[in-house]
Every structure is written in structure tokens, then in C-alpha cells.
């Protein structure tokens, strides 16, 4: 069983916004970190953005900043990734991740994973 399953991908007209949905399946995930992660075709999976489970001290990486907002709904345990002013480099694979560790922004230090929702944005 598959223990985050992301949603919320699809097709947009860049300028345009999605937000994406991950949430928890069978397990919780209290006192971890959770990560979204964006890996465009041919490219390494790249950090973008992280929240602790209880909902607090977002923090993004510098290339999103202004543009995209993590946040969690507590009573859903779900973590959301709040994107807008979309461009065709935002185009990739989104995946959302855990880590029992401190804060990371290095896939390798991130245990679970979802299988990834695909976002592209049309030019």
C-alpha cells in the first residue's frame, strides 16, 4: 500500500494556478517532515518545498518562493502545494515524500514517497 497518494496534477495554461493534495493513506505520519518534490522529463527529482506535520515552518526553495504555498489541513492530513503564475518549466512530476529526520531538501533522506501527479503547463 501506497502510504501518500498525490492529486491534483493535470493540465494548465501557464499564468494559471493548481493546487495539489497529498494525503496520508494507512499510516500517520506525526513527527515528520513532509516534502513535495518536482522532477521535469530527463531531469533529477528536485526539492521544492516542506512543512512539518503539525502544519508549521513551511520552507521553500528559493526558485518557487513567492509562487508556491505548502500548507496542511490537520483534520485531513493532507499537505497541499498551492501553485501559481505557472510556466512551462514548472512542467514535471510532482511527487510528495516523508522523512522522520530534521528538514531536508535531499531525496535521500526522505523514507516514503507517492507515486506523482503530473502537472504541465501550456505555453
Known amino acids: 500500500q501506497v502510504p501518500l497518494v498525490e492529486s491534483g496534477g493535470g493540465l494548465v495554461q501557464a499564468g494559471g494556478s493548481l493546487r495539489l493534495s497529498c494525503a496520508a493513506s494507512g499510516r500517520t505520519f506525526y513527527g515528520y517532515t513532509m516534502g513535495w518534490f518536482s522532477q521535469a522529463p530527463g531531469k533529477d527529482r528536485e526539492f521544492v518545498a516542506s512543512i512539518l506535520w503539525t502544519g508549521s515552518s513551511p520552507y521553500y526553495a528559493d526558485s518557487v518562493k513567492g509562487r508556491i504555498t505548502i500548507s496542511k489541513d490537520n483534520a485531513k492530513a493532507t499537505v497541499y502545494l498551492q501553485m501559481s503564475s505557472l510556466n512551462a518549466e514548472d512542467t514535471a512530476t510532482y511527487y510528495c515524500?516523508?522523512?522522520?529526520?530534521?528538514?531536508?531538501?535531499?531525496?535521500?533522506?526522505?523514507?516514503?514517497w507517492g507515486k506523482g501527479t503530473q502537472v504541465t503547463v501550456a505555453s
Open positions: 515524500a516523508a522523512t522522520g529526520g530534521s528538514r531536508s531538501i535531499n531525496c535521500i533522506d526522505y523514507e516514503y
